[in-house]
C-alpha cells in the first residue's frame, strides 16, 4: 500500500500525462517495494510509476461482444425491458472470455429474478458470492465516485453452460446490498461469509451474523485496510519481520 | 425409632443405623398427564471432529429421537487463507491454496494455477497438463477413499474405515514418490508442474492400477449388500435436484439426484474432452445413491489414470517463458528437496547473469495482468471455483475460493430436519465435508 491511501491525488500523474477520459483501466503506484516510511535508502521508494493497468478496468466493452454474450445480453434485455436494463446495468466487460455486468444495486434483484427464471437465460446456480475490495490498489480505481467495495456473483447456466459474472460496487460508508436469498437460497452462507469479511450488509438476510471469524469479533478482515497481523520469528539468530511488514515488490 | 418426613426420601432410625426409603413415581404428578409431549430437547454436538472431516458444530432440536431443526455452526479451522495469500507472490499462493481442502490438495492448486494461466494468457505444455490429469484422479481416489471409510465409520462398520484408509496409503505414496509429499503436495505452480515424473513412478502406477479393482471389489463385498449398511442409507437424507440446485450443491450428491452435471465432461479443462470415462449417476438423491456414485467415480478415475499413463510423451512440463518458469530443477538433496546441485554450481560459479535472474525471479517473483477470472474445477466434492483478482503486481489483489464443502454443508439441514438423529450422521458423512475446505 502506498502511503497516500486515502487521498485521492497521485503525485506525477500530470506529469505522466494521466487522462481519466483516455486512460483506459491505468493506475500509479508508488516506490517499489510497497514498504513506506521504513528509512529505504535505495531511492526506490520515490519512483511513481504508471501501471499498464490498474486493479479495475473502468472502460465498457462496445456490441457486438462476441460468441453467446450477445446472446445473453439480448434476452436479459428482454426479459427486463430496454429502460430497466439501461438503468441497471452501468457497464458490461468482456475481458479472459468472461462477461461481468456492473450492476447498480436497486436493480440487482429485478435481474438476478429474470437471470433464475428466464427461459431463454436460466442461470439456475449461484457458483459464488463474494466481493473484492479495491482500496488503493491504483489511480483510477479509488477516485471518489468509484467505490471500493465489489460484491461479485458468480452465475452458472446449466441449461446452456454458460457462466456470467454480476458485480455490484457499494463504498465503505453505505456497504449496503440486496440479499439475493430469495432466488438463490445458496446465498445464504455466501453472504454471510462476505458480510464477516469485507462488512457488506446484504439487506433482506434471514441471519445475517458472522460465519468464520467469532460473534464478537471486531472489524472485517479481508477489507486491505485491516491489517494481516502476525509476530516477528526469530530464526538462526535473525529476525523475520510478520509477512505484512516485509519489504516486497509491488 | 423416630421417622421423619423428607420430600425426598424418609429415613428411619433402626438398630442397624438409619434407613432410607426411596420412593419416586410422582413425575405424573410434577410434569402433567403426558411426560413426553411438548419434549423440546437442544443437543449441541461438537464442536469436535464428527471424524476426521474436521472441526464441525452442529445444533439440533430434538422432540424424541426427531431432530426439527439442525443448525451448523462452522469456522472453528478458519485460518485466513485467502487473505494470507494476498501477501505473498504468485507462485507462493500454491502452497497455501494446498492447505484448504486438506483431502484434495492437488484440485486445490489446479484451480489457482489454472486462474494464475488464465490471467497470464499461457498454455501449458502437454505433458504437464497429462500429469495434472493424472495426479488429480488419484487425489480423487484417495479422497473418496476417505470419505467412504470415514462412512464406514461414522456408521459402525470399522472394517470399512481400516480398510479405506489402507488403499487411500496406497495412492499417498503414490503421490508422495511423485511429488515429495503425501499432502500439501504444492506440485502443480503457475505454468506447469514442479517437477517431472520420478523414474519408476509409471510403473508404481500400473501397478497400483492392477490392484486397485480388487480392492473396489473388496469394498462393494464388505459393504454394499449389506443389510445394515443399506438399512443405515437408504431414504436418509434426501435431496433431490431442485433442492440441490437452490442450495448451491454440486458434485457427487447433485450426481446421485440423477443430473449428470460434471465438469470435466460440461466445462472441459486440461484435455478432459478427449478422455474415455462416464459420469456415474443414481437416481435415488439420497445417502445411499451418493455412496454408489463414489465407489463408481473410482472406477472412473482408475480408467482415466490408465488413459493418462498410455499418453505420456517426453517434454518438458514447465512453460518455455523464463521469466515465469521457476529457474532451477528439483532434486533431492542430503537436506531435502531442494533447488538441484547442477544448478547452484551455475548460478554461485559460472554465470552472474543467471544469479540475478533466478534472484529476481525468487524473491520478486512475476507479473501478472491486471483482470479478474473464474475458474472451476471438479474436485471430488463438486465445484472447487478459483475466482482470483490481479492488480498488475507481483501478488494476488484477491483470492476467492469457491469451495464445495462450504457450500454442500449448507444442506445438513435440508437432509436431517424432520429425520431421526441418528441418520443426521449419515446425512453428512454423505455430504463429505472437509472443514479445512468450508472454514478456509
Same mark, same amino acid.
Given at each position: 500500500m502506498s502511503d497516500d491511501g486515502g487521498s485521492n491525488v497521485v503525485p506525477g500523474r500530470e506529469e505522466a500525462g494521466y487522462d481519466d477520459a483516455t486512460a483506459p483501466s491505468g493506475g500509479f503506484r508508488k516506490g517499489s517495494f510497497g514498504v513506506s516510511g521504513s528509512g529505504d535508502t535505495s531511492g526506490f521508494g520515490g519512483l511513481v510509476r504508471v501501471e499498464p493497468g490498474g486493479a479495475v478496468a473502468l472502460?465498457?466493452?462496445?456490441?457486438?461482444?462476441?460468441?453467446?454474450?450477445?446472446?445473453?445480453?439480448?434476452?436479459?434485455?428482454?426479459?427486463?425491458?430496454?429502460?430497466?436494463?439501461?438503468?441497471?446495468?452501468?457497464?458490461?466487460?468482456?475481458?479472459?472470455?468472461?462477461?461481468?455486468?456492473?450492476?447498480?444495486?436497486?436493480?440487482?434483484?429485478?435481474?438476478?429474478?429474470?437471470?433464475?427464471?428466464?427461459?431463454?437465460?436460466?442461470?439456475?446456480?449461484?457458483?459464488?458470492?463474494?466481493?473484492?475490495?479495491?482500496?488503493?490498489?491504483?489511480?483510477?480505481?479509488?477516485?471518489?465516485?468509484?467505490?471500493?467495495?465489489?460484491?461479485?456473483?458468480?452465475?452458472?447456466?446449466?441449461?446452456?453452460?454458460?457462466?456470467?459474472?454480476?458485480?455490484?460496487?457499494?463504498?465503505?460508508?453505505?456497504?449496503?446490498?440486496p440479499s439475493v436469498t430469495a432466488s438463490y437460497p445458496t446465498a445464504d452462507w455466501h453472504e454471510r461469509e462476505t458480510f464477516d469479511m469485507f462488512g457488506i450488509v446484504?439487506?433482506?438476510?434471514?441471519?445475517?451474523?458472522?460465519?468464520?471469524?467469532?460473534?464478537?469479533w471486531d472489524g472485517h478482515p479481508q477489507r486491505k485496510d485491516y491489517p494481516l497481523g502476525g509476530i516477528p520469528v526469530e530464526y538462526h539468530d535473525a529476525t523475520i519481520p510478520p509477512p505484512d511488514t516485509r519489504r516486497a515488490y509491488r | 425409632m423416630t421417622t421423619t418426613q423428607d420430600p425426598y426420601a424418609g429415613s428411619r432410625e433402626t438398630t442397624e443405623g438409619r434407613v432410607y426409603t426411596v420412593t419416586g413415581g410422582d413425575w405424573d404428578a410434577t410434569l402433567g398427564a403426558d411426560p413426553h409431549e411438548n419434549e423440546r430437547l437442544v443437543v449441541n454436538m461438537g464442536p469436535q471432529h464428527p471424524s476426521t472431516h474436521g472441526v464441525l458444530r452442529l445444533v439440533l432440536d430434538l422432540e424424541g429421537e426427531t431432530v426439527t431443526k439442525a443448525r451448523v455452526v462452522i469456522g472453528y479451522l478458519h485460518t485466513g487463507i485467502e487473505k494470507n495469500t494476498e501477501y505473498r507472490n504468485w507462485v507462493q499462493g500454491t502452497t497455501f491454496v494446498t492447505r484448504m481442502d486438506y483431502l484434495a490438495p492437488l484440485f486445490?492448486?489446479?484451480?489457482?494455477?489454472? %486462474?494464475?494461466?488464465?490471467?497470464?494468457?499461457?498454455?501449458?505444455?502437454?505433458?504437464?497438463?497429462?500429469?495434472?490429469?493424472?495426479?488429480?484422479?488419484?487425489?480423487?481416489? %484417495?479422497?473418496?477413499?476417505?470419505?467412504?471409510?470415514?462412512?464406514?465409520?461414522?456408521?459402525?462398520?470399522?472394517?470399512?474405515?481400516?480398510?479405506?484408509?489402507?488403499?487411500?496409503?496406497?495412492?499417498?505414496?503414490?503421490?508422495?514418490?511423485?511429488?515429495?509429499?503425501?499432502?500439501?503436495?504444492?506440485?502443480?505452480r503457475?505454468?506447469?508442474? %514442479?517437477?517431472?515424473?520420478?523414474?519408476?513412478?509409471?510403473g508404481h502406477i500400473r501397478e497400483f492400477l492392477e490392484v486397485m479393482p480388487k480392492r473396489v471389489a473388496d469394498f462393494h463385498r464388505l459393504l454394499t449388500g449389506q443389510p445394515i449398511w443399506q438399512r443405515r442409507l437408504k431414504d436418509v437424507g434426501y435431496l433431490d435436484v431442485t433442492g440441490c440446485l437452490a442450495l448451491g450443491?454440486?458434485?457427487?450428491?447433485?450426481?446421485a439426484a440423477g443430473l449428470p452435471w460434471d465438469l470435466r465432461k460440461v466445462e472441459p479443462y486440461l484435455g478432459y474432452e478427449t478422455y474415455d470415462f462416464e459420469v456415474p449417476t443414481a437416481d435415488t438423491s439420497d445417502?445411499?445413491?451418493?455412496?454408489?456414485?463414489?465407489?463408481?467415480?473410482?472406477?472412473? #478415475?482408475?480408467?482415466?489414470?490408465?488413459?493418462?499413463?498410455?499418453?505420456?510423451?517426453?517434454?518438458?512440463?514447465?512453460?518455455?517463458?523464463?521469466?515465469? %518458469?521457476?529457474?532451477?530443477?528439483?532434486?533431492?538433496?542430503?537436506?531435502?528437496?531442494?533447488? #538441484?546441485?547442477?544448478?547452484?554450481?551455475?548460478i554461485m560459479g559460472q554465470s552472474m547473469e543467471a544469479l540475478i535472474h533466478h534472484f529476481k525471479l525468487v524473491t520478486e517473483g512475476f507479473r501478472v495482468p491486471a483482470g479478474q477470472v473464474y475458474v472451476p474445477v471438479e474436485s471430488p466434492r463438486g465445484e472447487l471455483g478459483y475466482h482470483v483478482v490481479s492488480d498488475g503486481s507481483t501478488r494476488p489483489w484477491r483470492?476467492?475460493?469457491r469451495d464445495p464443502s462450504f457450500v454442500n454443508l449448507q444442506a445438513t439441514a435440508a437432509m436431517s430436519e424432520g429425520g431421526m438423529i441418528a441418520d443426521v450422521i449419515a446425512a453428512i458423512a454423505s455430504i463429505d465435508p472437509v472443514m479445512g475446505g468450508v472454514d478456509r
Open positions: 472502460h465498457s466493452t462496445e456490441r457486438p461482444y462476441g460468441g453467446w454474450f450477445d446472446e445473453v445480453t439480448d434476452a436479459l434485455i428482454e426479459a427486463v425491458g430496454q429502460a430497466t436494463y439501461d438503468a441497471a446495468v452501468q457497464r458490461v466487460l468482456v475481458d479472459r472470455g468472461e462477461i461481468t455486468y456492473f450492476v447498480a444495486r436497486e436493480h440487482l434483484l429485478t435481474l438476478a429474478q429474470a437471470l433464475r427464471d428466464d427461459e431463454a437465460l436460466r442461470f439456475e446456480l449461484l457458483s459464488s458470492l463474494s466481493a473484492v475490495d479495491y482500496l488503493d490498489s491504483g489511480g483510477p480505481a479509488v477516485a471518489p465516485g468509484r467505490p471500493r467495495l465489489h460484491v461479485v456473483y458468480h452465475l452458472t447456466s446449466m441449461t446452456y453452460r454458460r457462466r456470467i459474472r454480476l458485480e455490484v460496487a457499494v463504498s465503505a460508508e453505505d456497504p449496503h446490498v446484504f439487506d433482506g438476510h434471514p441471519g445475517l451474523t458472522r460465519i468464520l471469524m467469532p460473534d464478537d | 486445490n492448486e489446479a484451480g489457482y494455477c489454472m %486462474a494464475v494461466e488464465k490471467l497470464l494468457g499461457i498454455e501449458i505444455p502437454q505433458r504437464a497438463a497429462t500429469i495434472r490429469v493424472l495426479v488429480m484422479e488419484l487425489n480423487r481416489i %484417495a479422497s473418496h477413499l476417505v470419505a467412504l471409510a470415514t462412512f464406514g465409520m461414522e456408521m459402525g462398520a470399522l472394517t470399512g474405515m481400516t480398510n479405506g484408509f489402507r488403499e487411500r496409503e496406497m495412492v499417498l505414496d503414490l503421490l508422495e514418490e511423485i511429488t515429495g509429499l503425501r499432502m500439501n503436495h504444492a506440485y502443480i503457475p505454468g506447469g508442474l %514442479a517437477q517431472d515424473l520420478p523414474e519408476g513412478a509409471v450443491v454440486t458434485g457427487p450428491i447433485l450426481r445417502a445411499w445413491g451418493r455412496y454408489l456414485v463414489r465407489m463408481s467415480e473410482v472406477n472412473e #478415475s482408475l480408467r482415466i489414470i490408465e488413459q493418462a499413463l498410455d499418453r505420456l510423451e517426453p517434454g518438458p512440463v514447465m512453460v518455455e517463458d523464463r521469466k515465469i %518458469a521457476w529457474p532451477a530443477q528439483l532434486s533431492l538433496g542430503p537436506d531435502g528437496m531442494g533447488n #538441484s546441485h547442477e544448478h547452484v554450481a551455475h483470492v476467492h475460493v
